[in-house]
């Protein structure tokens, strides 16, 4: 089969997960070609691509069916998740096991109504833990306050954890510092740490989107000249933090007891500006020890035309420099990511009620027609 820049971005040491999900891809042996046709190492779910998957034909009806006469629209949508991330842990399991679980992970959300409740996050990414039982299946969970907190303790468990919706260097600096103390945790109480593994999902373009919103209602010259540069730079400044925060006595003392390190994974590296090349975010932040987790029309654009070299530690200081000439133009980089957090998780719950909303007309649909069959079958 031959390469493609999808082989080339895997070999320049970073991780290509498929931000998207549904039963047919996992079950009819796609997702298991693209392994090897696009280098894929890795999948994440979440309630908006369910939401997506559920709504279009015919897959999950059977599954509905039999599931709606005794169970609440929640109860079906994890029977439905659990069983689809199963399937999708089992394609990748052979790639968790060449590389002895540093990858070939696939990720499940936590409801995002628990993101500032920290035993609920808990409680209910166990639950999918033993539910989806794989030991290369990621709970996600917001890096919120709380969303940290239930790191901690879950890293302590042994569960892998994919901390999402981090927008913040600052938000990031507290997801580091809860999944070492997890980790020590775990150790002190004679726990492995070899095959814990977590990612911190940093997301990208929507930092641009809310930045240049603001740069444009400015409207002078030098914040027009600014717009588009947020977002990577914000990145590569976590990336920065990341490689300072991964070193020294603290993390080799975890090191020599097995610990891995967090990666960050790009998330939101979909370009939603048509000015923008539609490679944008991935060619920018290209590196070792990362995943980027792209959603299929980015991946195909990539495939197509990408060009890999390493630039995610490329110019660090015009990164530095971007950030404080956007506040210098009166944009608050901490009042965007404040408020890209916000919206992200109402974003979330949002996807989620429309979902169970969705599953509850659906299987009120099937079961009409189950007995209008039935008494058509009896009036023959």
Same mark, same amino acid.
């Given at each position: 089969?031959p390469?493609?820049?999808?082989?080339?971005?895997? #070999?320049?040491?970073?991780?290509?997960?498929?931000?998207y999900?549904?039963r047919?891809?996992v079950?009819?042996?796609?997702?298991?070609?693209?392994i090897?046709?696009?280098?894929?190492t890795?999948m994440?779910?979440n309630?908006?691509?369910?939401?997506?998957?559920l709504?279009?034909?015919t897959?999950?009806?059977t599954?509905?069916?039999?599931?709606?006469?005794?169970?609440?629209?929640?109860?079906? !949508?994890?029977?439905?998740?659990t069983d689809d991330?199963?399937?999708? *842990?089992?394609?990748?399991?052979?790639?968790?096991d060449?590389? /002895?679980?540093?990858?070939?992970?696939?990720?499940i959300?936590?409801?995002?109504?628990?993101?500032?409740?920290?035993?609920?996050?808990?409680?209910?990414?166990?639950?999918?833990w033993?539910?989806? /039982?794989?030991?290369?299946v990621?709970?996600?969970?917001?890096g919120?306050?709380?969303? *940290?907190g239930?790191?901690?303790?879950?890293?302590?468990?042994?569960?892998?954890?994919?901390?999402?919706?981090?927008?913040?260097? $600052?938000?990031?600096?507290?997801?580091?510092?809860?999944?070492?103390?997890?980790?020590?945790?775990?150790?002190?109480?004679?726990g492995?740490?070899?095959?814990?593994?977590?990612?911190?999902?940093?997301?990208v373009?929507?930092?641009d989107?809310?930045?240049d919103?603001r740069?444009e209602?400015?409207?002078?010259?030098? #914040?027009?000249?600014l717009?588009?540069?947020?977002?990577?730079?914000n990145a590569?400044?976590?990336y920065?933090?990341?490689?300072?925060?991964?070193s020294?006595?603290?993390w080799?003392?975890l090191?020599?007891?097995?610990a891995?390190?967090?990666?960050?994974?790009?998330?939101?590296t979909?370009?939603?500006?048509?000015? !923008?090349?539609?490679?944008?975010?991935?060619? &920018?932040?290209i590196?070792?020890?990362?995943?980027?987790t792209?959603p299929?029309?980015?991946?195909? &654009?990539?495939?197509d035309?990408?060009?890999?070299?390493r630039?995610?530690?490329?110019? $660090?200081?015009?990164?530095?420099?971007?950030i404080?000439?956007i506040?210098a133009?009166?944009?608050?980089?901490?009042?965007v990511?404040?408020?890209?957090?916000?919206?992200?998780?109402?974003s !979330?719950q949002?996807? !989620?009620?429309?979902?169970?909303?969705?599953?509850?007309?659906?299987t009120t649909?099937l079961?009409?027609q189950k007995?209008?069959?039935?008494?058509q079958?009896?009036a023959?």
């Amino acid at each position: 089969m031959p390469a493609t820049p999808l082989h080339a971005l895997n #070999a320049a040491g970073q991780s290509i997960w498929l931000d998207y999900i549904d039963r047919t891809l996992v079950l009819s042996g796609d997702l298991a070609r693209r392994i090897d046709a696009d280098a894929l190492t890795g999948m994440t779910s979440n309630p908006t691509i369910f939401e997506k998957a559920l709504a279009h034909g015919t897959a999950y009806d059977t599954q509905l069916a039999s599931l709606s006469s005794d169970r609440t629209p929640w109860a079906i !949508f994890e029977a439905i998740e659990t069983d689809d991330v199963r399937s999708a *842990c089992d394609v990748f399991r052979p790639t968790y096991d060449a590389t /002895d679980g540093a990858d070939g992970y696939v990720s499940i959300e936590v409801s995002p109504g628990a993101a500032h409740d920290t035993p609920g996050t808990v409680q209910e990414a166990r639950r999918l833990w033993h539910a989806v /039982d794989r030991p290369n299946v990621m709970i996600k969970v917001p890096g919120t306050p709380a969303g *940290c907190g239930a790191l901690r303790l879950l890293i302590a468990d042994g569960i892998n954890v994919n901390v999402t919706l981090l927008f913040a260097r $600052s938000a990031y600096a507290s997801v580091i510092d809860a999944y070492m103390k997890g980790l020590k945790d775990r150790a002190t109480t004679g726990g492995a740490l070899a095959r814990v593994s977590s990612v911190a999902s940093f997301f990208v373009s929507r930092v641009d989107t809310e930045v240049d919103r603001r740069l444009e209602a400015i409207g002078t010259p030098a #914040a027009l000249l600014l717009r588009g540069t947020a977002a990577v730079a914000n990145a590569k400044m976590a990336y920065a933090l990341f490689r300072e925060r991964f070193s020294g006595p603290r993390w080799e003392t975890l090191v020599a007891k097995g610990a891995r390190v967090q990666r960050p994974l790009w998330a939101s590296t979909g370009t939603k500006n048509p000015d !923008f090349s539609d490679v944008k975010y991935v060619e &920018a932040l290209i590196g070792s020890d990362t995943v980027n987790t792209l959603p299929p029309a980015t991946l195909d &654009a990539f495939r197509d035309h990408g060009t890999v070299a390493r630039s995610v530690d490329v110019d $660090s200081d015009g990164a530095r420099d971007a950030i404080e000439m956007i506040e210098a133009a009166g944009v608050s980089l901490t009042e965007v990511t404040d408020k890209l957090l916000v919206e992200g998780l109402e974003s !979330f719950q949002k996807s !989620f009620d429309s979902l169970l909303a969705g599953i509850e007309a659906k299987t009120t649909a099937l079961a009409r027609q189950k007995a209008e069959a039935r008494q058509q079958k009896s009036a023959v």
